[in-house]
């Protein structure tokens, strides 16, 4: 996108959907997990340890999925269709994509589902779990963020790098989230273990 010739109100729609997309699916799954009900935090807590372990194995499962998807040797990765219609994107459809790759998109949306559990069952105050839902959502819109806001500062300088960039993960992309898919998968296990 940054590449395209719309990158600018582009890149900004896209990265306001990301935030966007970040906050209501974590938000959603904080007050779904609200609804489990509460037990002593010294106690077993068997739902919460089951819904962790669950979400764990789909993450690895993804990962599983994510790796055997990766290109081999010199095959040409498939770009999504989406990918496509980058280069005549406006700010609003950008926006809109923004929004629903991080917040419908299967691998973020587990991510966010385990976000949301595991804030929901720290038992904070709203503030307190306002504070953790931006820091999250900022954590998760940096891999988005840095490029895009390298580039509105120095366009001309960025360019070079940024199709450098595209091309490696182009062809690590699977690799890469392969790889955060088992991190956050393995971590998810040991907490729904620790349930128990």
Do not use: C
């Not at 509460?38 to 372990?53: F, R, V, W, Y």
């Not at 804030?119 to 779990?129: Q, R, V, Y």
């Amino acid at each position: 996108m940054l590449l395209s010739p719309t990158a600018r109100g582009s890149s900004v729609g896209f990265l306001i959907g990301w935030l966007l997309g970040i906050v209501v699916a974590v938000v959603v799954f904080i007050l779904l997990s609200s609804l489990i009900p509460e037990k002593d935090p010294n106690a077993s807590q068997p739902i919460t340890g089951t819904i962790e372990l669950v979400l764990g194995l789909l993450l690895l499962l993804l990962a599983l999925r994510q790796w055997r998807s990766r290109p081999r040797g010199g095959d040409e990765p498939a770009l999504p269709a989406w990918m496509g219609a980058i280069d005549s994107m406006t700010a609003a459809r950008a926006l809109v994509l923004g929004f629903l790759l991080a917040a419908v998109n299967p691998k973020n949306l587990l991510l966010a589902v385990a976000a949301g559990a595991v804030i929901s069952s720290a038992g904070l105050d709203f503030g307190a779990a306002a504070g953790v839902v931006a820091i999250y959502t900022v954590v998760a819109a940096l891999s988005v963020g840095i490029p895009i806001v390298a580039y509105l500062v120095a366009a001309e300088q960025m360019r070079a790098p940024l199709a450098a960039l595209r091309e490696w993960l182009v062809h690590n992309n699977a690799t890469v989230m392969a790889v955060m898919l088992l991190i956050f998968g393995v971590q998810l296990i040991g907490k729904g273990i620790a349930s128990f």
